[in-house]
T-cell receptor, first 116, second 117 residues
Framework: AQSVTQPDIHITVSEGASLELRCNYS??????LFWYVQSPGQGLQLLLK??????LVQGIKGFEAEFKRSQSSFNLRKPSVHWSDAAEYFC??????????????FGAGTRLAVHP | GAGVSQSPSNKVTEKGKDVELRCDPI?????LYWYRQSLGQGLEFLIY????????KSGLPSDRFSAERTGGSVSTLTIQRTQQEDSAVYLC???????????????FGSGTRLTVV
């Protein structure tokens, strides 16, 4: 079955420190992979995506992610975290073709706190 | 429009009342999705519309929940006889139909925060 796992529910880092958020997936072929960010009281905003080509993808706000097929992972990274990066981060994989419908499968999210 | 628009942004209702939540997707997006996000929780899929196809209602939690999409554009999610456990943020998203190639995934609205008192 297709699935997404974000092993870390909460992560706390100091401002200026590096960040890596983990995402592992189960999918029968090369998936489309996405990272979304949700700031408090807001909807989800796309940070970056991967569907083919260079396995290291750059996104907005200084984020990047690397697709590793052998590890079924798509971890999100940022070299230096800013206080404004405190938010919830969701990894998604798809499309999940079920019953004639294509949907994304979302992980449970990782809540990031940033200490000054 | 430029983005996915949801209204109202906040709704407080009394237990037992019906509520309607509205979603206006990005122009040209044929797919529309509703999700529910309870406090501190992840995304719970509710319903999916794709063009003129029958909607995927597999995520609706009970028959008190229904949704329609008129003219392939605006969608309304209706909750009848609201209960306190319906309190959550209801998110709408839209996308182009997936057909392989470069696909941008979903664009989300800012959500409607529903509080049932």
């Amino acid at each position: 079955a297709q699935s997404v796992t974000q092993p870390d529910i909460h992560i706390t880092v100091s401002e200026g420190a590096s960040l890596e958020l983990r995402c592992n997936y189960s999918y029968g072929a090369t998936p489309y992979l996405f990272w979304y960010v949700q700031s408090p009281g807001q909807g989800l905003q796309l940070l970056l995506k991967y569907f083919s080509g260079d396995t290291l993808v750059q996104g907005i706000k200084g984020f990047e992610a690397e697709f590793k097929r052998s590890q079924s992972s798509f971890n999100l990274r940022k070299p230096s975290v800013h206080w404004s990066d405190a938010a919830e981060y969701f990894c998604a994989v798809g499309p999940s073709f079920s019953g004639g419908y294509n949907k994304l499968i979302f992980g449970a999210g990782t809540r990031l706190a940033v200490h000054p | 429009g430029a983005g996915v628009s949801q209204s109202p942004s906040n709704k407080v209702t009394e237990k037992g009342k019906d509520v309607e939540l509205r979603c206006d997707p990005i122009s040209g997006h044929t797919a529309l999705y509703w999700y529910r996000q309870s406090l501190g929780q992840g995304l719970e899929f509710l319903i999916y519309f794709q063009g003129n196809s029958a909607p995927d209602k597999s995520g609706l939690p009970s028959d008190r929940f229904s949704a329609e999409r008129t003219g392939g554009s605006v969608s309304t999610l209706t909750i009848q006889r609201t209960q306190q456990e319906d309190s959550a943020v209801y998110l709408c998203a839209s996308s182009l139909e997936f057909s392989g190639g470069d696909w941008d995934g979903y664009t989300f609205g800012s959500g409607t925060r529903l509080t049932v008192v």
